[in-house]
């Protein structure tokens, strides 16, 4: 598993071989071009409320400092396929009575990959107590 993440979300990743759901996503990704993070804000909070847009991109806020932390935007990506955006029209992600997740981005690099922003594909997965549900699968390039 490579120790790496996109510039504008890296501050924001860690790894925490006691969390579970880490556990599982390490389980099914790890891989010598794949890197696999958990989000967790530099105020210490892990959980977020979650937007995302048709593009896709996904925004997370901080529930205790209110830091809004882009977690996949193709903006950022060299190599990513863009189109035009229509809108920024982000919806909130909602399940059953639950709005605030934590967050988990598994970012994957080519073998020639020449930066952390380099990826070619992003998932992106929010956890309610158990269940594990991946938001975005998305391939950058």
Partial sequence: ????APD??????????SDRI???LLDVYDGLYTSINIIKCLCGNNTFVVYIDPNPTVEIV?????????????AYYPAAVKCPKDNDVFSIVHLDSQSEFKVYAIYEY???YDNGNDISW??????????LIEIVNDETS
């Fill in 1 to 4: 598993m490579l120790d790496l």
């Fill in 8 to 17: 504008h979300v890296a501050d924001y990743c860690y790894r925490d071989n």
């Fill in 22 to 24: 880490f556990l599982r």
């Fill in 62 to 74: 901080c529930k205790c400092c209110l830091k809004r932390i882009s977690v996949y935007d193709l």
């Fill in 110 to 112: 080519s073998d020639d």
């Fill in 122 to 131: 992003c998932h992106v997965y929010i956890s309610t107590d158990d269940d």
